[in-house]
Every structure is written in structure tokens, then in C-alpha cells.
Antibody, heavy 122, light 107 residues
Framework: EVQLLESGGGLVQPGGSLRLSCAAS???????????LSWVRQAPGKGLEWVSA????????YYADSVKGRFTISRDNSNNTLYLQMDSLRAEDTAVYYC????????????WGQGTLVTVSS | DIQMTQSPSTLSAFVGDRVTITCRAS??????LAWYQQKPGKAPNLLIY???SLESGVPSRFSGSGSGTEFTLTISSLQPDDFATYYC?????????FGQGTKVEIK
């Protein structure tokens, strides 16, 4: 059974930075690198918004327009971990951030982490 | 980006009721549609993929239908555990986009 566990959320001032991690388990060492992974966020009381995705090799990355140029997605296939480096944070980035796994970059998501809350406030 | 519009935004129903939620896409997405259930403080949970395929472990009272631009999620007999918010998502075109959600409340 695949499990995803996010960490790294917290309170940060506008303009600050934060790095989220998502540790995956239940994959074999070979299988992890065959799957694209995504970050999806949910602002308080709001709906779901796709943020970023990365292919299995880590060679191809994709971003929502709202975060392009400020967020960087990456992965460490040797440690089964996904990352999201968030710079130049804004109040509107305040949300629960979920990592999610599907079958492709643009996909439905059959596994989700429990989420980590990022609050951008002075 | 493809816009996904759900209706209604809120739905009040009794236990045992048959409930239908509609999702419309701003352009055709064939059958590349998923439905999720989300409870407060929890991650979304995949119910339906490819418009009508039931995810493993999901009760058979949930069903999905539709193709092109109009889709429905039906709960045949609402159970206490089903009170939650439901989201549709298209994954026909990048980026995958979600509907705004439908909250199912106890009447």
C-alpha cells in the first residue's frame, strides 16, 4: 500500500521561503521512479488547485501560472522523496499542500498524503 | 484551462435519499473525469475515474456517468458516512482542473 507523508509546513512571512517534503513508502525502489507526482493545494474553506507536477525521472516539471517562477518541484528517487521549494511567498499561497500520485503528469490521483499547512502572514 | 462547474454548490438530503451531483466541462473531455470525496480535515479520496469506473474499495452505491461535457455522480442511498464535499476533476488536458465542490449536508 502506497503511503505519502508531507512535512515542512508552517508560518512564514510574506516574501519568505519554505521547503515541503513528501516521503513515499510502499513503493519498491524501482517503482517510485516510474510515477509522476504532483502537489495540489487547498486554501482555507476553498476548493482544490493543482500546483505543480514532475515526471518520474525528474527531467520534466510543470507549474500552475500562479506559482511559476516562485516554486520549484524536484524529487530524489534514491530516497523516494518529493520536494516543493516555495520562494517569494504571498498571502494567497496560504493553504494545505497535498502531494498526490496518479498514473501520469495530468491524471486522476489515487493516493494522497495527509497534507501540510502553509500559512503566509506577517 | 478547462473550467469545471459543479451544481449544486450545497445539497441537503436525508439518509436513504438518492442524490445526484452534476459536473460540466467548458469543452469536451471525452470520459477523462474523476470524482473525489473529501471530509473535513482529510485529504480527498478517489471514488470514480474515467467517468464511471469505481475505484477499488468504494461502495457500490456510488456511480458515475456521462461523457463529453456533462457528467453526474449518483449516490443511490445516502448513508451517514457520505456527508462530505465532492469534487469533480478533468484530466483530459493539462492542467487538470477541479470543480468548485458540492457539499452534501444532513437534512
Amino acid at each position: 500500500e502506497v503511503q505519502l507523508l508531507e512535512s515542512g509546513g508552517g508560518l512564514v512571512q510574506p516574501g519568505g521561503s519554505l521547503r515541503l517534503s513528501c516521503a513515499a513508502s510502499g513503493f519498491s525502489g524501482f517503482t517510485f521512479r516510474t510515477y509522476a507526482l504532483s502537489w495540489v493545494r487547498q486554501a482555507p474553506g476553498k476548493g482544490l488547485e493543482w500546483v505543480s507536477a514532475i515526471d518520474g525521472s525528474g527531467d520534466f516539471t510543470y507549474y500552475a501560472d500562479s506559482v511559476k517562477g516562485r516554486f520549484t518541484i524536484s524529487r530524489d528517487n534514491s530516497n523516494n522523496t518529493l520536494y516543493l521549494q516555495m520562494d517569494s511567498l504571498r498571502a494567497e499561497d496560504t493553504a494545505v499542500y497535498y502531494c498526490a500520485k496518479g498514473e501520469a503528469v495530468t491524471t486522476n490521483y489515487n493516493y494522497w498524503g495527509q497534507g501540510t499547512l502553509v500559512t503566509v502572514s506577517s | 484551462d478547462i473550467q469545471m462547474t459543479q451544481s449544486p454548490s450545497t445539497l441537503s438530503a436525508f439518509v436513504g435519499d438518492r442524490v445526484t451531483i452534476t459536473c460540466r466541462a467548458s469543452q469536451t473531455i471525452s470520459r477523462w473525469l474523476a470524482w473525489y470525496q473529501q471530509k473535513p480535515g482529510k485529504a480527498p479520496n478517489l471514488l470514480i475515474y474515467l467517468a464511471s469506473s469505481l475505484e477499488s474499495g468504494v461502495p457500490s452505491r456510488f456511480s458515475g456517468s456521462g461523457s463529453g461535457t456533462e457528467f453526474t455522480l449518483t449516490i443511490s442511498s445516502l448513508q451517514p458516512d457520505d456527508f462530505a464535499t465532492y469534487y469533480c476533476q478533468q484530466y483530459s488536458a493539462f492542467p487538470g482542473t477541479f470543480g468548485q465542490g458540492t457539499k452534501v449536508e444532513i437534512k
